[in-house]
């Protein structure tokens, strides 16, 4: 069975422009979490979506959004972007996102703004 | 809040020698505690995790990890490393009591040096 799957692999963009990452879950799971990874850190939670809705944001700026689809795919979009946002972002999926759930991450998204 | 904490930058072991990967957390309830592996350009893997029950958990490709709640620790454990085991490895912890049930908070990440 395939894993989780985010597309692109790796993005160049520079600052000011918009990116959008895609991600598409292990089959069956309903929930897609969204994860950003900077060099040398542990990931930090942006967005926990199920069943289509929000049901968690993590501390990042308004310029951060993302949504999920009815086939429970994810995008995650980053307005006007600034070089601090060069990172690996990670998407996660679990069955129904509740807190004794594993979730499993896709190999992730490697974007360099500059 | 949530808090997890690995002291040690960087393991280093020999193969064959018994490895201890340190992971200590925070978090204002009873904790969920993971721990994930990362080899260089790839996403996290599952390794295993604690949710309740037996304090000694066994994981995949010959890891466990005890909890220690006294002593807020969840230290990752193999009785004998292997060169393959190289890697970074992350600890997380998910506070249930908080409103996101799906929130990990990661450490910052030991790297695993094993060499021959």
């Known amino acids: 069975d395939a894993g989780v799957t985010q597309s692109p692999t790796h993005l160049i963009k520079t600052r000011g422009q918009q990116v959008t990452l895609r991600c598409s879950p292990i089959?069956?799971?309903?929930?897609v979490s969204w994860y950003q990874q900077v060099l040398g850190q542990g990931p930090q939670f942006i967005f926990q979506?199920?069943?289509?809705?929000?049901?968690g944001r993590g501390n990042f700026p308004d310029r951060f959004s993302a949504r999920q689809f009815p086939n429970y795919s994810s995008e995650l979009n980053v307005n006007a972007l600034l070089l601090g946002d060069s990172a690996l972002y990670l998407c996660a999926s679990s069955l129904f996102g509740g807190s004794q759930e594993t979730q499993y991450f896709g190999p992730g998204t490697r974007l360099l703004v500059l | 809040a949530q808090s997890v904490a690995q002291p040690e930058d960087q393991v280093n072991v020999a193969e064959g020698n018994p490895l201890t990967v340190k992971c200590t957390y925070s978090?204002?309830?009873?904790?969920?505690l993971f721990w994930y592996v990362q080899y260089p350009n790839r996403g996290l893997q599952f390794l295993l995790k604690y949710i309740t029950g037996d304090n000694l958990v066994k994981g995949s490709y010959g890891f466990e990890a005890e909890f220690n709640k006294s002593q807020t620790s969840f230290h990752l454990k193999k009785p004998s490393a292997l060169v393959s085991d190289s890697a970074l490895y992350f600890c997380?912890?998910?506070?249930?009591?908080?409103?996101?049930?799906?929130?990990?908070?990661f450490g910052t990440g030991t790297r695993l040096q094993v060499t021959l």
């Open positions: 978090v204002s309830g009873n904790p969920y």
């Open positions: 089959s069956g799971h309903k929930s």
């Open positions: 979506y199920y069943e289509k809705e929000e049901r």
């Open positions: 997380a912890v998910r506070d249930p009591s908080t409103g996101t049930a799906s929130k990990l908070t």
